[in-house]
């Protein structure tokens, strides 16, 4: 149970800016979300992290919403090598895996 | 700095062989996690192994073992393979991961086929 919801695949045109979102109703108040990205045939790669507060970082931003239940993860100009498939992942309370689920799988246009 | 190693790259086995993987942590790190990724599927928790313990385990049945060295390299253990545990195996490595904060850094992985 990944207990996060994200579209299977997106679209974006190169240099343009990508926001992905990823549903997680079901946050408790201490959980933190994750951001990784897969590229093709590599290992995940970590992006950024959050807690309540929007977050930045030379990779991306991470938009959390009041609530907590969503969060959005945006690049700001993608890039042909952004295309990968992006994994949101919310820490389970005392667990030290992180539960992947199938993620998106960003395609970049030239 | 070297980041995070595995061994082999590739690997083809026949069913009910054994396998061994190797996994040396990126520099300073001393917690190795496991994962196997099935073709187009998100990678899944295998185990976790802190200060030569595993501290953590996984949906996964008794045939997969792991051990932790005291240089912090790891290996993961497959007995009796089956058809099904043809997959793409990754390690992980962090510093002491804490709940909530910890980054874990992913090795290029090591393909398994079960013939």
Sequence with gaps: DAKTTQPNSMESNEEEPVHLPC???TISGTDYIHWYR????????????????????RMASLAIAEDRKSSTLILHRATLRDAAVY??????????QLTFGKGTKLSVIP | DAGVTQSPTHLIKTRGQQVTLRCSPKSGHDTV?????AL????QFIFQYYEEEERQRGNFPDRFSGHQFPNYSSE??????????????LCASSLEVRWGTDTQYFGPGTRLTVL
């Design chain 1, 38 to 57: 897969q590229l093709p045939s590599q290992g995940p790669e970590y992006v950024i992290h959050g807690l309540t507060s929007n977050v930045n970082n």
């Design chain 1, 23 to 25: 549903n997680h109703s």
């Design chain 1, 87 to 96: 994994y949101c992942i919310r820490d389970g309370a005392g667990s030290y």
């Design chain 2, 76 to 89: 993961l253990n497959v007995n009796a393979l089956l058809l099904g545990d043809s997959a793409l195996y």
């Design chain 2, 40 to 43: 187009g599927q998100g990678p």
């Design chain 2, 33 to 37: 996690s496991w994962y196997q990724q």
